[in-house]
């Protein structure tokens, strides 16, 4: 409405942010109710357009100092366009490093219970501030470990069914049990999210457990192909295999990616040196780790046949008592689908 010479109005459906809903979940339940894109959105509230383009889940922190103050009046430009306080826009955003939350499009894991049960209740399904961590696997309030929800999708137009969140829900379920995580690493696992999650405006405050904090606030098993499975072995009595792969990824390559975004071509060392230099083995050291990898993927993709061979003869028997579809479960989930958003 600014650009056609208009005074803005507030928006016509008051889509507020719930508690402990991450900024991007909540603009995009917006943006799907008006039927529109956040960069118009942004627009048709008086914000800076070029915004829609920045990822806004730290808010501030997340921005350059020249920005600040456009990301101050998208803050109350939104509370004004639903009608709330500003407080409750700045509640959506994290207090955490960029290092500690997820990139911005693998955003997509959830607890399958929890959007069942919202769906069921005719609520809307949200993401969480935690879920977007790294160091997030599992929903607190239900004890479950979180679903890639891009592997329930069986369009990319169309929103998940409830079915398929039921069934979700029943594979979460055994998996929690198969998993076998430590007590122990539970508890600090639910102070680091707290630490993580939590308003941190007084500076100084040191993370529960430092220790775990340097092993698991900024990780890298989002590399993996089950980043669930791989964080549930580290919390597990089978830590090992997912330690194995932790140095795997972390390990310095002479290709190694350069601050403005090239890569850094292997230094050769002078002839002389080269001459003197003892003859090294080849490489003697990455077959043992390389092979324990392979045991670590070969053991996660071990428990997802079980899963689904039991997840088969749980619909064979029980699928007609639950009022849920004969469909063979699993089969049609493909984490590599396109990931709308909103979810």
């Given amino acids: 409405m600014i650009a056609l010479g208009l005074e803005p109005e507030p928006l016509a459906f008051r889509v507020r942010p719930l508690a402990d809903e991450c900024f991007d979940s909540w603009i995009d339940r917006m943006i799907r109710v008006h039927e529109t894109t956040r960069a118009a959105l942004f627009r048709h509230v008086g914000i800076e357009p070029a915004l829609a383009g920045y990822d806004l889940a730290?808010?501030?922190?997340?921005?350059?100092?020249?920005?600040?103050?456009?990301?101050?009046?998208?803050?109350?430009?939104?509370?004004?366009?639903?009608?709330?306080?500003?407080?409750?826009?700045?509640?959506?955003?994290?207090?955490c490093q960029a290092h500690d939350v997820l990139p911005r499009r693998i955003r997509r894991y959830a607890c399958a219970r929890c959007w069942y049960e919202a769906g069921r209740a005719g609520k809307p399904m949200i993401v969480r501030r935690e879920w977007i961590l790294r160091a997030s696997w599992r929903c607190?309030?239900?004890?479950?470990?979180?679903?890639?929800?891009?592997?329930?999708?069986?369009?990319?137009?169309?929103?998940?069914?409830?079915?398929?969140?039921?069934?979700?829900?029943?594979?979460?379920?055994?998996?929690?049990?198969?998993?076998?995580?430590?007590?122990?690493?539970l508890r600090r696992n639910a102070a680091e999210l707290a630490y993580l999650a939590g308003s941190r405006d007084g500076h100084g405050m040191a993370p529960p457990n430092k220790r775990y904090h340097a092993r698991f606030a900024a990780n890298l098993f989002h590399f993996s192909a089950d980043r669930i499975g791989m964080l549930a072995l580290a919390h597990g009595n089978r830590h090992a295999l997912a330690r194995r792969f932790e140095r795997l990824v972390a390990a310095r390559l002479p290709e190694c990616p350069t601050v403005g975004g090239g890569v850094q071509a292997p230094v050769k060392m002078p002839y002389r040196l080269r001459a003197c230099a003892p003859p090294k083995s080849a490489s003697a050291w990455m077959a043992p780790e390389f092979l324990d990898l392979l045991r670590a993927y070969a053991w996660v993709r071990e428990r997802r046949d079980i899963d689904e061979a039991r997840a088969a003869v749980f619909e064979r028997h029980f699928g007609g008592l639950l009022g849920l579809p004969a469909a063979a479960i699993l089969s049609s989930g493909n984490a590599s689908r396109a990931w709308p958003p909103g979810y």
């Fill in 58 to 95: 730290r808010g501030a922190r997340g921005l350059d100092v020249a920005w600040h103050s456009a990301f101050a009046n998208l803050v109350e430009r939104l509370a004004w366009a639903v009608q709330c306080q500003n407080d409750r826009i700045s509640a959506t955003f994290l207090a």
């Fill in 140 to 185: 607190h309030d239900h004890e479950l470990p979180l679903t890639d929800m891009a592997s329930l999708l069986r369009d990319v137009a169309s929103p998940i069914s409830q079915a398929d969140l039921g069934l979700a829900t029943i594979v979460a379920e055994r998996r929690r049990w198969a998993y076998r995580v430590r007590p122990g690493a």
